[in-house]
């Protein structure tokens, strides 16, 4: 069983690093794929937020950065889609998701609008200006939960499925496609996009490692001892999940944000993929 869920740690960490175009550096730390923000915008004061909100990810940047790690993307994730845009017509909308779309080139963040439907009961009428979003904006990023723990959503599923032949037909080269994902059974709060979404407050932060140079070292090192590479891998994932709490933990007392220990990197759950 150990052997088992060794191997699947590393399918799961090749698979996350094939996934990312930046060059494999020298460094023995992971890299830090995402530092991703969650944010409640009011329209009338959105830049403000963001700037805010820049300033608190930007700290942790440079935290990790000071401490020898690279730092891929700072992201940030609104309140979900419908929530965002309430009250505003198709056109005002889509043309608050331009501002939106390159405000994040101009600051240098990526943009996540959560899911254009997060119940299977939510109107469907979203989903069309998520189409034309995601045909026209190149960066806006955004999802569909098609399962919780009420069931399968099925007039989700159908739903999705129209969005992405749409998008597919209609953004250039069809890449329109790629900042979109459809989940199940995702929690919220997640650093990583395009499923990312929250339906809290905002103020909050999570950290995301990209780790797969950390478990090949030790499988390279460890030549197919199961037991040994299981105590170097819990070894080695605790260190950097502890480094990230200590920065998660000193910007939080800093700011007021609150830091969140995410299925990713938190120590917890580093070492239940470890230790299984």
Same mark, same amino acid.
């Given at each position: 069983?150990?052997? /088992?869920?060794?191997? @699947?740690?590393? #399918?799961?960490? #090749? *698979?996350?690093?094939?996934?990312?175009?930046?060059a494999p550096? $020298? %460094?023995?730390?992971?890299?830090?794929?995402?530092?991703?923000? @969650? &944010?409640?915008?009011?329209?009338?004061?959105?830049?403000?937020?963001?700037?805010?909100?820049?300033?608190?990810?930007?700290?942790?940047?440079?935290e990790f950065?000071? %401490?020898?790690?690279?730092?891929?993307?700072?992201?940030?994730?609104?309140?979900?889609?419908?929530?965002? &845009?309430?009250? /505003?017509?198709?056109? *005002?909308?889509? !043309? @608050?998701?331009?501002?939106?779309?390159?405000?994040?080139?101009?600051?240098?963040?990526?943009?996540?609008?959560?899911?254009?439907?997060?119940?299977?009961?939510?109107?469907?009428? #979203? /989903?069309?200006?998520?189409?034309?979003?995601?045909?026209?904006?190149?960066?806006?990023?955004? %999802? =569909?939960?098609?399962?919780?723990? %009420?069931?399968?959503?099925?007039?989700?599923?159908?739903?999705?499925? !129209?969005?992405?032949?749409?998008?597919?037909?209609?953004?250039?080269?069809?890449?329109?496609?790629?900042?979109? =994902?459809?989940t199940a059974?995702?929690?919220?709060?997640?650093?990583?996009?395009?499923?990312?979404?929250?339906?809290?407050?905002?103020?909050? @932060?999570?950290?995301?490692?990209?780790?797969?140079? &950390?478990?090949?070292?030790?499988?390279?090192?460890?030549?197919?001892? $199961?037991?040994? $590479?299981?105590?170097?891998?819990?070894?080695?994932?605790?260190?950097?999940?502890?480094?990230?709490?200590? #920065?998660?933990?000193?910007?939080?007392?800093?700011?007021?944000?609150?830091?969140?220990?995410?299925?990713?990197?938190?120590?917890?759950?580093? /070492?239940?993929? !470890? *230790?299984?």
């Amino acid at each position: 069983m150990k052997r /088992m869920i060794l191997a @699947f740690v590393l #399918v799961v960490s #090749v *698979q996350t690093a094939a996934q990312t175009s930046s060059a494999p550096t $020298a %460094s023995s730390n992971p890299k830090v794929r995402a530092i991703t923000g @969650f &944010v409640r915008l009011d329209r009338a004061t959105y830049q403000k937020q963001i700037a805010d909100a820049l300033v608190v990810l930007r700290r942790v940047k440079a935290e990790f950065e000071s %401490s020898g790690y690279g730092v891929e993307t700072v992201r940030l994730t609104t309140q979900p889609l419908a929530e965002l &845009v309430a009250g /505003m017509s198709e056109e *005002q909308a889509l !043309a @608050f998701l331009a501002q939106l779309d390159e405000l994040s080139v101009k600051e240098n963040f990526l943009p996540n609008v959560g899911p254009g439907m997060l119940r299977d009961t939510d109107d469907p009428a #979203v /989903m069309h200006l998520l189409e034309r979003a995601l045909s026209t904006l190149p960066n806006i990023e955004a %999802s =569909t939960i098609i399962a919780d723990e %009420s069931g399968i959503h099925w007039r989700t599923i159908r739903r999705t499925a !129209a969005l992405v032949k749409y998008v597919s037909e209609h953004s250039p080269r069809s890449q329109g496609t790629f900042n979109f =994902t459809t989940t199940a059974m995702l929690k919220p709060f997640t650093p990583f996009f395009p499923g990312s979404y929250h339906t809290g407050a905002g103020r909050q @932060f999570a950290i995301g490692f990209e780790g797969a140079n &950390v478990v090949g070292d030790i499988f390279a090192k460890d030549k197919g001892n $199961a037991d040994t $590479a299981i105590a170097d891998l819990t070894a080695a994932l605790t260190k950097h999940a502890s480094v990230a709490a200590a #920065v998660g933990k000193k910007v939080a007392a800093e700011t007021g944000w609150a830091y969140l220990s995410s299925r990713a990197c938190g120590p917890r759950n580093f /070492m239940k993929i !470890a *230790q299984s």
